[in-house]
Each structure stands twice: as structure tokens, then as C-alpha cells.
């Protein structure tokens, strides 16, 4: 005779994500991340953070990492994010993230973070240099997803190892604590079209806001001369386009813009090569900067208007860490008493 599997999650479907307060944000967070959070909005209860707690593992400086906070809040609600029906808040705000992941430490295996990929990839041979922090970066993830209970976590490829341990420490925590379906198990909503964005001038590297070079990125703040230049500039070869999908095979760069101008466009990479296919990149690319221009102006303007007023930004966060805590809060209450804590 086996054991019954545990019951189903009934609590609500929520979305939970959230980015870092680094450096500017650039043309993939937008197509991977911004555009999936104004789509999930009419699905889902969408509470979206600016994670400043995962921010300082990577050591940035005191003095910018408030305007930094802000300027994150102002491109989610630039893209569309609606902070009247969506959360948004900072992680740090919300005390209950530290004390869940605390929990969860105790929760988690050694094996369990030594097998994540992105520590590996981030510290290389120097792993003893590397904080504590940057390697439990999964715990302290897991806790800022379940901390609401969320069951659906928009991914890309390289966060899904994380939602994986999310979904252990979950079901660890129900089996360890008695508490079946106490957690859900997070479900990845997989990040469709223009989920991976390349680097301009390498099309095996993904576009990262960490990249030393500003020329490998359009960053959302770009105005369209320097969008122009930056594509016009981007890496590509001497033939022509290609007029099929099986054409970019080994074309890495072309691939990624042609890539960009379905996803900004919303067409498919076939329709993108039946009226570019066979032409070169001096009519491709201007095409391309033009498109990225139009799309990206009116979320530079809002993105200035908002960084422009400080303190309205604060108000929306201080109201959205309300509206988050007031979630959190009842969880980790019952979390404290699962545990056995004095005074829960």
C-alpha cells in the first residue's frame, strides 16, 4: 500500500518575480521579463519586488542603491505595470523575506545549492573569495516566492534550476513540519519569444546590464540616436539575410536581431525574413533601430517623468510594501508556529 499523494494547493494563483536594483535596465529585461509581468496582470495576482536584499551580494554602492531601488519601480510601472492592481514593493521592506529564508537555511541541503549552476558560473575558480550570500542566493529566492504563496514564477532558462529548489525546500518544509499543501509548489511560466536576448556584439552571451561595454546592450534610457548607432554597430557578417528560419543556423548574431525585431514587432522570425530575407543589414538595421526607437520612447519618457518625482515613487512602493506585508505576515505567523518558536 503507498502513501496518498499530498493535496492539492487551494489557496489563490499568484505571481511572484522580481529584479535587481544593479545597473540600468536594458532591451531584455523589457522582452523577458517587463512585457511577461503586463501580461500577467489580468490572469494572475501579480506581486512584483525590486530585490535589494539580492542586490548587495553583488556589492553595489550605498549611496546609489536607493535611486537605483526607484529607478526599477519606474520601469516596471513605465512598462505597464499598474501599481493600483498589481504589488510593488522592495524586498527589504518586507522583513519576513530574511526570516523566511532563515527558516528555509534550515530547510536546505548543502548538495542541494553545491549543484546550482549560476554560483558556479558567477564565482568560476574563485569560490572561496564569493560571500555566503551569492551562494545562498536560491534560499533567500525560494523565500521571497513561497513567502505568498505564489504558484507561478514567470523563467528564463537560467533561473529554472532555482524555481526547482524552491519547489524542494517547499515540499521539505510540508513533509518536515506535518503541514500537506501548507506551500505550493512553484510552476514555471516559461518566457516565450524574445525571452533570451543576446549581446549585441556576441550572440552567445546573453545582453547583461553587467557588461562592461554599454555597446553590447540598448538600455531602456536610450534615446534613438544612440539606439541607432549601437545597432548599427552590432555585430553581424557580410552575407545577406537569410529568407528562411533554417538560414540562421550558426548565425548567432543575426539570429539575435532578427530575433529583436520579432519580439518588438509581434511577428514570427518567418514573417520578420519573408520581407527582409536576401536584403542586407544597411536596410535591416536602421529598419530595426527604428522599430526599437518607437517602442522603447514612450518608456524612457514615462521612466524620466517618474525618476523626476521621488518621492511619488516612495509613496507607491511604501503603499505596496503594505499591501505585501499584509500577505506575509499571517504566513510567517503560521511558519514561527509550524517551527515551534516561543511566542508564535
Same mark, same amino acid.
Given at each position: 500500500m503507498t502513501d496518498a499523494p499530498p493535496p492539492p494547493y487551494?489557496?489563490?494563483?499568484? *505571481?511572484?518575480?522580481?529584479?535587481?536594483? %544593479?545597473? $540600468? !535596465?536594458?532591451?531584455g529585461n523589457y522582452l523577458g521579463a517587463l512585457q511577461k509581468f503586463v501580461a500577467l496582470q489580468g490572469k494572475y495576482e501579480c506581486i512584483y519586488c525590486v530585490v535589494d536584499l539580492h542586490a548587495i551580494t553583488a556589492g553595489p554602492d550605498p549611496k546609489e542603491l536607493a535611486a537605483k531601488t526607484r529607478e526599477v519601480a519606474a520601469a516596471y510601472i513605465a512598462a505597464g505595470v499598474d501599481p493600483a492592481h498589481s504589488i510593488i514593493f522592495v524586498q527589504s521592506a518586507v522583513r519576513e523575506h530574511s526570516e523566511l529564508a532563515w527558516v528555509f537555511n534550515c530547510i536546505a541541503r548543502m548538495g542541494w545549492l553545491e549543484r546550482m549552476t549560476q554560483f558556479k558560473d558567477? +564565482? $568560476?575558480?574563485? +569560490?572561496?573569495?564569493?560571500? *555566503?550570500g551569492l551562494f545562498d542566493y536560491p534560499v533567500l529566492q525560494a523565500a521571497d516566492i513561497l513567502l505568498y504563496k505564489a504558484t507561478h514564477v514567470p523563467v528564463g532558462e537560467d533561473q529554472k534550476q532555482h524555481l526547482e529548489l524552491s519547489r524542494d525546500i517547499a515540499q521539505k518544509f510540508n513533509n518536515d513540519y506535518e503541514a500537506p499543501g501548507f506551500f505550493p509548489l512553484p510552476e514555471p511560466l516559461i518566457q516565450g519569444p524574445g525571452a533570451r536576448i543576446m549581446n549585441l556584439r556576441e550572440g552567445t552571451k546573453k545582453m547583461s546590464k553587467s557588461d562592461p561595454s554599454d555597446m553590447t546592450r540598448i538600455n531602456l534610457t536610450d534615446d534613438a540616436d544612440t539606439i541607432m548607432n549601437k545597432v548599427k554597430k552590432a555585430t553581424t557578417d557580410? !552575407?545577406?539575410?537569410? @529568407? %528562411?528560419? @533554417?538560414?540562421? +543556423?550558426?548565425?548567432? @548574431? =543575426? @539570429?539575435? !536581431? =532578427?530575433?529583436?525585431?520579432? +519580439?518588438?514587432?509581434?511577428?514570427? =522570425?518567418?514573417? =520578420?525574413l519573408l520581407e527582409f530575407g536576401g536584403k542586407g543589414f544597411g536596410v535591416f538595421k536602421p529598419a530595426l533601430a527604428e522599430l526599437l526607437a518607437a517602442k522603447l520612447a514612450p518608456i524612457a519618457t514615462e521612466m524620466r517623468r517618474l525618476n523626476a518625482d521621488p518621492a511619488a515613487l516612495d509613496a507607491i512602493l511604501s503603499s505596496g510594501a503594505d499591501r505585501a506585508r499584509a500577505i506575509a505576515a499571517p504566513i510567517m505567523a503560521e511558519v514561527r508556529e509550524r517551527v515551534g518558536f516561543w511566542g508564535a
Open positions: 487551494a489557496g489563490p494563483q499568484r *505571481v511572484f518575480s522580481g529584479m535587481q536594483p %544593479t545597473n $540600468g !535596465l536594458h532591451l558567477k +564565482a $568560476g575558480k574563485h +569560490a572561496e573569495r564569493m560571500s *555566503v557580410p !552575407l545577406p539575410l537569410p @529568407e %528562411t528560419k @533554417e538560414g540562421l +543556423a550558426g548565425r548567432a @548574431e =543575426v @539570429e539575435n !536581431l =532578427v530575433g529583436i525585431y520579432a +519580439a518588438m514587432s509581434e511577428r514570427s =522570425v518567418d514573417d =520578420v
